[in-house]
């Protein structure tokens, strides 16, 4: 298989099942328009790759590899959406299907310098969020950072994935890994407590996309949405030092 029609695979089973379900092999057929046989043709070579588990009548769910490309893959998507919205001002009836064409040629570097220019959006123009980068950085400064100085960008360092707090139920906690946003941003959570490797738990998310509120070095903060989706955390670390 392409490398392509690889990532074109990985990709629809990420969309019709997400992380951790399966998806059908006449879901992904109508997804690709392709005939159910070649499915499962293709299914069984990316579980020869070890991308995916392939199990007849069951259908098909990615593995820890198959599921980091098909990440990339969708956040270069999202990026390259928003550069094709808002700098080449190209109809936002029309991204969706420019950068399907576009995401599975640039390179991490072009990734990177994308995501820098669009001083690291949080949404493409649809709505749908952006995975912050998998780069060994605590916030987007440290990224801006380390490129200005020319000194190449640390690899990946983290040890399993992290999320939005507004991804956590009430009650769950995890440990702050990773703040999307420049030194201001930065500075202004710190001086809420909001810091790097601190543990933080949800006490209360409110309807409608309102306020989360949090509890974090012995204090309840009610923090706004469009923040504290900024604000991820590694749920496997909470608590640990």
Known sequence: MAQEQVEEYLEAIYDI???????KTTAIAKCLKVAPASVTEALQNLAEKNLVNYEPYRG?????EGKKIAETIKRRHRLLEVFLADVLHINRAKVHDEA???????????????????NAPARCPH????????KGVGSCSDCDAITGSAVPLPEDIRASAIVPITDLGPQEKGTIAFIRGDCRVVQRLSDLGLTLGTTVSVTRKAPMNGPVEVFVRRTKLAIDHSIAENIFVDASRAGQP
Do not use: F, Q
Not at 17 to 23: F, H, L
Not at 60 to 64: C, E
């Open 100 to 118: 399907c064409r576009m995401e599975h040629t640039i390179s991490e570097d072009t990734e990177n310098a994308l995501c820098r220019m669009l």
């Open 60 to 64: 098909a769910s990615l593995t820890g």
């Open 17 to 23: 099942a997400g992380t951790e379900g399966a998806a």
């Open 127 to 134: 709505g749908s969020p952006i995975a912050p980068c998998a």
